[in-house]
């Protein structure tokens, strides 16, 4: 019965917790401590990663601090959601072809520190788990599908487009998920509960994530056209 009220409790008071960045202290702590657990080792190879790129290539750093740029403005800007919840772009593709997946989760928790500091958007006992679902989850989502729509030959725009899209879909179902397995219900399913976080985001998601598509797309080709020296060296494979 409790935790059918507290998943009641959440869909009352939806603007506490109901967007990509969960809410300061929304999390019970023992799930707060795993997210953060889970997200380490991506975060490790991603700096190793990173550090490597940067040596290789020192005018990459301006197009890096662009990329963690891109995620902070894109994310900062919440929409209200007619379900009562927030929703807004995630800006993660961008980074995640141009310097890899794996790279993405220390401009990620960059940016979701700031924001946490700044903005109170998100919390520090929630990077753990905003960090899992935006930089390793939306990220690694991006690179996959990139990649998958460049070998059936589908256009650089297109590949780029859907990359983003499904990334920005993607992170939210994640996001879903984890307050689905913190507040489980008694009466419902896990799958039930995912679908009900779920519900609160999609009317507005959906539109926001092709015009994330879009946005990306454009910047994409911008970055492409300014940056091929960086871009030949970091990831050739996208020139």
Same mark, same amino acid.
């Given at each position: 019965?409790?935790?059918y009220?507290?998943?009641?409790?959440l869909?009352?008071?939806?603007?506490?917790? @109901?967007?990509?960045?969960i809410?300061?202290?929304?999390?019970p702590? &023992?799930?707060?401590?795993l997210?953060?657990?889970? !997200?380490?080792p991506?975060?490790?190879?991603?700096?190793?990663?990173?550090k490597?790129?940067?040596?290789?290539t020192?005018? *990459? =750093?301006?197009?890096f601090?662009?990329?963690?740029?891109?995620?902070f403005v894109l994310?900062?800007f919440?929409?209200?959601?007619?379900?009562g919840?927030?929703?807004?772009?995630?800006?993660?593709?961008?980074?995640?072809?141009? @310097?890899?997946?794996?790279?993405?989760?220390? *401009?990620?928790l960059?940016?979701?520190?700031?924001?946490?500091?700044l903005?109170?958007h998100?919390?520090?006992?929630?990077?753990?788990?905003?960090?899992?679902?935006?930089?390793?989850?939306?990220a690694?989502?991006?690179v996959?599908?990139?990649?998958?729509?460049? =070998?059936?030959?589908?256009?650089?725009?297109?590949?780029?487009?859907?990359a983003?899209?499904?990334?920005?879909?993607?992170?939210?179902i994640?996001?879903?998920?984890?307050l689905?397995?913190? !507040?489980q219900? &008694?009466?419902?399913?896990l799958?039930?509960?995912?679908? =009900? @976080?779920?519900?609160?985001?999609a009317?507005?998601?959906?539109?926001?994530?092709?015009? &994330?598509?879009?946005?990306? *797309?454009?910047?994409?080709?911008l970055?492409l056209?300014?940056s =091929?020296?960086?871009?030949?060296?970091?990831?050739?494979?996208?020139?």
């Open positions: 019965m409790k935790k009220l507290s998943v009641l409790y869909f009352l008071l939806p603007l506490k917790g @109901f967007s990509m960045h809410a300061e202290g929304f999390l702590k &023992e799930w707060a401590l997210w953060v657990l889970v !997200f380490v991506f975060l490790i190879v991603g700096f190793r990663k990173l490597k790129q940067l040596a290789e020192p005018k *990459a =750093k301006m197009l601090a662009v990329v963690a740029a891109f995620v994310s900062s919440k929409i209200p959601s007619v379900a919840s927030s929703s807004h772009l995630t800006g993660i593709a961008l980074g995640a072809i141009l @310097f890899g997946a794996s790279t993405m989760s220390v *401009a990620g960059i940016v979701l520190l700031f924001q946490a500091l903005l109170a998100g919390g520090i006992t929630t990077l753990g788990a905003n960090a899992f679902s935006m930089t390793v989850v939306g690694f989502s991006a996959w599908v990139y990649k998958l729509a460049s =070998k059936l030959r589908l256009s650089q725009w297109l590949s780029v487009f859907l983003a899209f499904v990334s920005d879909i993607l992170i939210y994640a996001t879903s998920l984890q689905a397995l913190a !507040f219900s &008694e009466t419902n399913s799958l039930e509960n995912t679908t =009900k @976080f779920m519900s609160v985001f009317i507005t998601q959906v539109p926001l994530a092709i015009i &994330e598509g879009v946005f990306t *797309a454009f910047v994409f080709k970055i056209n300014y =091929k020296t960086e871009l030949g060296t970091i990831n050739p494979s996208i020139l």
